[in-house]
T-cell receptor, first 113, second 119 residues
Framework: SAVISQKPSRDICQRGTSLTIQCQVDSQVTMMFWYRQQPGQSLTLIAT?????????ESGFVIDKFPISRPNLTFSTLTVSNMSPEDSSIYLC??????????FGEGSWLTVV | AQKITQTQPGMFVQEKEAVTLDCTYD???????LFWYKQPSSGEMIFLIY??????QNATEGRYSLNFQKARKSANLVISASQLGDSAMYFCAMREGYMIKAAGNKLTFGGGTRVLVKP
């Protein structure tokens, strides 16, 4: 299994500002993924973050809005830039931990006012 | 077309009874996997069970079992002996392709089913 820690767990932000969410894993993993869950909705993949390469973004998500860093095999950050109320969501990172398991962090609840 | 469909937006279940949550999927990839996650009100996603497309037997994990009907493209979750702590949102998700590649670990989620266990 893998233990995944996210920071912050919750935050309230002013529109127009940016927030960086951190994801720390207790073991080295090749693949990390960032998801967004808007209120009352299901999860949608934002991007795939592999160490040593640029993140790969899904349709509808762009690097300028959601820049991602992956400096090593245990850590990644997602920044939500120039926030608007529509960005209010839970942001979750996930990792492939082997043995056919994909684990998620506890999520970061973001409210934009 | 929806890749993962959960037709039950919400359901009640009596404590100690079993409940079945429906999930149907759509893929043309011969290698795929199906996951079930539990999301309590705290927001975390808790991994419950996994079924691979090549697995011969239905997956089981404690009180959770997966009724995998490949020809019908369904992967229903069965929770036996429901407990009050089972009250949560449940998501079915699918990965497509081989897990050794990044694309094979991307998940597509269904809309979820909210379960409320009554005492």
């Amino acid at each position: 299994s893998a233990v995944i820690s996210q920071k912050p767990s919750r935050d309230i932000c002013q529109r127009g500002t940016s927030l960086t969410i951190q994801c720390q894993v207790d073991s080295q993993v090749t693949m990390m993924f960032w998801y967004r869950q808007q209120p009352g909705q299901s999860l949608t993949l934002i991007a795939t973050a592999n160490q040593g390469s640029e993140a790969t973004y899904e349709s509808g998500f762009v690097i300028d809005k959601f820049p991602i860093s992956r400096p090593n095999l245990t850590f990644s950050t997602l920044t939500v830039s120039n926030m608007s109320p529509e960005d209010s969501s839970i942001y979750l990172c996930s990792v492939f931990a082997g043995q056919n398991t994909i684990y998620f962090g506890e999520g970061s609840w973001l409210t934009v006012v | 077309a929806q890749k993962i469909t959960q037709t039950q937006p919400g359901m009640f279940v009596q404590e100690k009874e079993a409940v079945t949550l429906d999930c149907t999927y759509d893929t043309s990839d011969p290698s795929y996997g199906l996951f079930w996650y539990k999301q309590p009100s705290s927001g975390e996603m808790i991994f419950l069970i996994y079924q691979g497309s090549y697995d011969q037997q239905n997956a089981t994990e404690g009180r959770y079992s997966l009724n995998f009907q490949k020809a019908r493209k369904s992967a229903n979750l069965v929770i036996s002996a429901s407990q009050l702590g089972d009250s949560a949102m449940y998501f079915c998700a699918m990965r497509e392709g081989y897990m050794i590649k990044a694309a094979g670990n991307k998940l597509t989620f269904g809309g979820g089913t909210r379960v409320l266990v009554k005492p």
